[in-house]
């Protein structure tokens, strides 16, 4: 790593950023509005059982993992318990009917003025999806008599409540994104991640006796850490240079110039595995209000839950991480694909007077930005699906229970530590320019 001033980089841009006060007041800004979602994230809803709550969320793995994203909001049934999560899904539906709307894709290509149109309807839909997922959240907890049964009204007053509290959360990352430093809803769902870490180190002490196991969840979670930078900051450079005419007074020059592509090898970023982790929940989901009571013969719904859940034992439980490997490659490629398509490189590069050399412009250079696309990505994809099963992998190896190594978790605290950081260096950066920093 690159050292200045003795210190590493990324540290030293942190000294750096303290030491200017529009930088240091963003930051300071951004802690602040943080201290506020983790005031919310433990403002519980009334009439919830937390000792059944926290019973449920100890023999749940997948509730427990859902749980980490909100800090422990979900787990307190509280106003924050949806965190950001229907405004990330209502985001990736917009992204998915832009190119399949012929209105939305002319407003794809307005400029900044069709991005704040579709960011408002992104709003509009977290709405209803929030009051959605509230109600089906509302429903799991009572399926599971962590929640006692109420009357219309006071449902109602929850669902309200939790809908409200996601779309103040989206507002307070909307004004980090535009005060602080950062994507702020990304910030948000660190700062939650961040907030679970003191328990998982409670959870690591009572697992002290089995220490070599301990020791080697410590070392694949470092590895794991390791890997998921190499990947997100990889990327295949794709050369191009540019041919322009330019005319000063009568006369007419030539100008030439080289740069470069950088094709990701994770364009997709996590949105695969929210995908997959999607359609895994749904079938038990939907078998868990049809199967049979405990204590009872198991019924085919019983079994459809048996098999759809991360909890269980092999060899069930290699039919549900192998469908989920195999998912997550099909939903990398399939993203990819959308998103590659909406950038529409090479009628952008054509329209600019760029090419890539050796390759014709229009349809042979999309045909060739393609095909690297497309082989890139199976590098991309396959990380993504190992990074899907680390959870059953880890605690095959380690043996393990009492600590989860979430693969959703890891992801998102490097891919948000590292764009923040990059953020203050540009901030840093460009202040050199001006000559605010000697």
């Known amino acids: 790593m690159q050292q200045v001033s003795g210190r590493p980089r990324l540290i030293q841009a942190l000294f750096d950023a303290f030491s200017l006060p529009d930088l240091r007041r963003r930051l300071l800004f951004t802690v602040g509005m943080l201290v506020i979602f983790r005031f919310i994230a433990h403002v519980p809803m009334p009439g919830v059982d937390l000792a059944a709550l926290q019973q449920l969320f100890e023999r749940n793995q997948l509730l427990g993992m859902l749980d980490l994203f909100t800090g422990g909001a979900m787990r307190n049934f509280s106003v924050a318990a949806m965190g950001v999560y229907p405004y990330i899904t209502a985001s990736i539906v917009m992204q998915l009917l832009v190119p399949v709307i012929p209105r939305l894709r002319a407003l794809s290509q307005e400029g900044e003025a069709g991005r704040r149109r579709i960011n408002q309807f992104t709003h509009w839909l977290t709405v209803p999806l929030a009051a959605l997922q509230g109600y089906a959240q509302l429903a799991l907890l009572r399926s599971q008599g962590a929640i006692g049964q109420a009357a219309a009204l006071p449902t109602i007053a929850i669902?309200?409540?939790?809908?409200?509290?996601?779309?103040?959360?989206?507002?307070?990352?909307?004004?980090?994104?535009?005060?602080?430093?950062?994507?702020?809803?990304?910030?948000?769902?660190?700062?939650?991640?961040?907030?679970?870490?003191?328990?998982?180190?409670?959870?690591?002490?009572?697992?002290?006796?089995?220490?070599?196991?301990?020791?080697?969840?410590?070392?694949?979670?470092?590895?794991?850490?390791?890997?998921?930078?190499?990947?997100?900051?990889?990327?295949?450079?794709?050369?191009?240079?540019?041919?322009?005419?330019?005319?000063?007074?009568?006369?007419?020059?030539?100008?030439?110039?080289?740069?470069?592509?950088?094709?990701?090898?994770?364009?997709?970023?996590?949105?695969?595995?929210?995908?997959?982790?999607?359609?895994?929940?749904?079938?038990?989901?939907?078998?868990?209000?049809?199967?049979?009571?405990?204590?009872?013969?198991?019924?085919?719904?019983?079994?459809?839950?048996?098999?759809?859940?991360?909890?269980?034992?092999?060899?069930?439980?290699?039919?549900?991480?192998?469908?989920?490997?195999?998912?997550?490659?099909?939903?990398?490629?399939?993203?990819?694909?959308?998103?590659?398509?909406?950038?529409?490189?090479?009628?952008?590069?054509?329209?600019?007077?760029?090419?890539?050399?050796?390759?014709?412009?229009?349809?042979?250079?999309?045909?060739?930005?393609?095909?690297?696309?497309?082989?890139?990505?199976?590098?991309?994809?396959?990380?993504?699906?190992?990074?899907a099963v680390m959870p059953f992998l880890v605690q095959e190896i380690t043996n393990v229970a009492v600590l989860t190594l979430s693969s959703f978790g890891m992801l998102i605290v490097v891919g948000v530590a590292l764009d923040t950081m990059k953020q203050i260096e540009a901030q840093l950066t460009m202040r050199r320019y001006e000559g605010f920093l000697k």
């Open 159 to 387: 669902i309200l409540s939790l809908t409200a509290g996601t779309i103040f959360l989206v507002w307070l990352g909307e004004l980090i994104t535009e005060r602080g430093i950062g994507n702020g809803v990304s910030i948000i769902i660190f700062g939650g991640i961040v907030a679970s870490l003191p328990e998982m180190i409670g959870r690591g002490m009572i697992a002290r006796e089995n220490i070599g196991g301990l020791i080697a969840f410590l070392i694949i979670g470092l590895a794991m850490m390791a890997l998921i930078v190499v990947f997100t900051e990889g990327h295949r450079r794709i050369p191009v240079q540019y041919a322009r005419t330019a005319f000063r007074g009568a006369r007419m020059y030539r100008q030439t110039g080289s740069t470069h592509i950088p094709l990701r090898v994770n364009t997709a970023g996590m949105i695969p595995l929210i995908f997959a982790m999607a359609l895994m929940i749904f079938p038990g989901t939907i078998a868990s209000y049809f199967a049979s009571p405990q204590g009872q013969d198991p019924n085919f719904a019983s079994k459809i839950m048996a098999w759809f859940s991360p909890d269980a034992p092999l060899p069930v439980g290699l039919f549900y991480w192998g469908l989920y490997f195999l998912m997550v490659v099909a939903f990398a490629f399939f993203y990819t694909m959308i998103i590659f398509e909406q950038m529409n490189l090479a009628q952008t590069l054509q329209r600019q007077g760029g090419f890539v050399p050796g390759v014709r412009p229009g349809k042979p250079t999309t045909d060739y930005l393609n095909k690297v696309i497309n082989r890139i990505t199976w590098g991309g994809a396959l990380f993504l699906a190992f990074v």
